[in-house]
């Protein structure tokens, strides 16, 4: 099994920046890709960012590419999502997610989740 835990959420103001981080436990890192969903209230769980698990391959939602960056440091299984020129509409909670396999994987159907993280934007 492996276990996520979320870190780094909180409020920010529109333009600003929030780095969330994700850390790994449990039986297996090497070879999970990684990923990061958010759902915001009212609405349904959506993709936000994949990456594999060399870190040479990443995916973006059309709604973030440009402004998030996802990342990770598989010496200290942590996974990273860097999110800059937040708009109040990326108000969610951010949930962290693990498969094994690739980014399509990990989009698809994660087998892993994290408890979720809250990001607030205000205008």
């Known amino acids: 099994q492996v276990q996520l835990v979320e870190s780094g959420g909180g409020l920010v103001q529109a333009g600003g920046s929030l780095r969330i981080s994700c850390a790994a436990s449990g039986r297996t890192f090497s070879g999970y890709a990684m990923g990061w969903f958010r759902q915001a209230p009212g609405k349904e769980r959506e993709f936000v960012a994949a990456?594999?698990?060399?870190?040479?391959?990443?995916y973006y939602a059309d709604s973030v590419k440009g402004r998030f960056t996802i990342s990770r440091d598989n010496a200290k299984n942590t996974v990273y999502l860097q999110m800059n020129g937040l708009k109040p509409e990326d108000t969610a909670v951010y949930y962290c997610?693990?498969?094994?396999?690739?980014?399509?994987?990990?989009?698809?159907?994660?087998?892993?989740w994290g408890q979720g993280t809250q990001v607030t934007v205000s205008s």
């Open positions: 990456i594999s698990w060399s870190g040479g391959t990443t």
């Open positions: 997610a693990a498969s094994e396999g690739n980014t399509a994987t990990v989009r698809r159907s994660p087998r892993y």
